[in-house]
């Protein structure tokens, strides 16, 4: 273990996450914004604040949280095209994530009749840009719904906790955590955790890329998440200042 370990990116161990940054209040014009870094993935995180909510949601008294993801087109080595709306495959899988990952720390009353939309647009790929999304958009969320509550736009804080995301998978045969794109592309099995920060599991998306995997191999892949997942939430409450 400790040999393949060196060989990450980073020097890291086989139970360590790249570097991670969360940095908020990079956008100007945005009511929330924050640039998640991981290790060389990053991620531009922005959230808005509407007045009204979808017409199907209309006269429930309920908010909205909902997102928007993609790639830029020099954020991978080869330039990737940009996606035209109605043709947006893993783009719309990813950005539904986001957003339902989101609405379970929202409480959709006490925000009211609003739309937060969170858009994750990633400048530079290079493995977890949904996971990374999901963990920045929650920081643009807080300092979006925070700046209104000091307005006095919203009258209660309608987050009700934290939520944020980290990937494991097999790689030659060793459980690894946060995977780059070089372990991310000749993974056995690949994995993405989303979850809380009391140790609750809002989502699991696991594949046997190249063989099937039993159920202790995902128990271990599971608590090597859930690690990264504490990891994780104490870099979120850091960046938006509350205590640890």
């Known amino acids: 273990m400790a040999d393949k370990a060196r060989?990450?990116?980073?020097?890291?161990?086989?139970?360590q996450m790249r570097p991670v940054t969360l940095t908020p209040g990079v956008m100007k014009n945005a009511t929330g914004s924050c640039l998640a870094e991981f290790g060389d993935t990053r991620v531009l995180c922005t959230a808005t604040i509407e007045e009204g909510v979808p017409m199907w949601r209309r006269g429930q008294h309920a908010g909205w949280v909902t997102a928007e993801y993609a790639m830029l087109p020099a954020s991978t080595g080869r330039r990737t095209p940009r996606e035209q709306r109605g043709r947006k495959g893993r783009s719309m899988e990813i950005e539904r994530l986001i957003g339902?990952?989101?609405?379970?720390?929202?409480?959709?009353?006490?925000?009211g009749e609003l739309t937060v939309i969170c858009d994750c647009d990633v400048i530079q790929a290079d493995g977890g840009t949904r996971t990374a999304s999901v963990t920045g958009a929650w920081v643009a969320l807080h300092q979006a719904l925070s700046s209104w509550v000091e307005q006095d736009r919203i009258h209660r804080m309608p987050l009700t906790g934290q939520v944020a995301a980290i990937s494991m998978g097999e790689v030659g045969g060793e459980?690894?955590?946060?995977?780059?794109?070089?372990?991310?592309?000749?993974a056995q099995v690949d994995m993405n955790l989303i979850g809380t920060a009391d140790g609750r599991i809002i989502e699991v998306q696991g594949t046997g890329e190249k063989s099937p995997f039993d159920r202790a191999q995902l128990d271990a892949l599971l608590d090597l998440g859930q690690a990264g997942i504490a990891e994780l939430v104490r870099i979120q409450r850091a960046a938006v200042g509350i205590a640890q």
Request: net charge neutral.
């Open 7 to 15: 060989e990450r990116s980073f020097g890291r161990a086989y139970n």
């Open 100 to 111: 339902r990952s989101l609405r379970t720390v929202v409480d959709l009353r006490k925000l």
């Open 175 to 186: 459980l690894l955590l946060d995977l780059d794109y070089a372990e991310d592309s000749h």
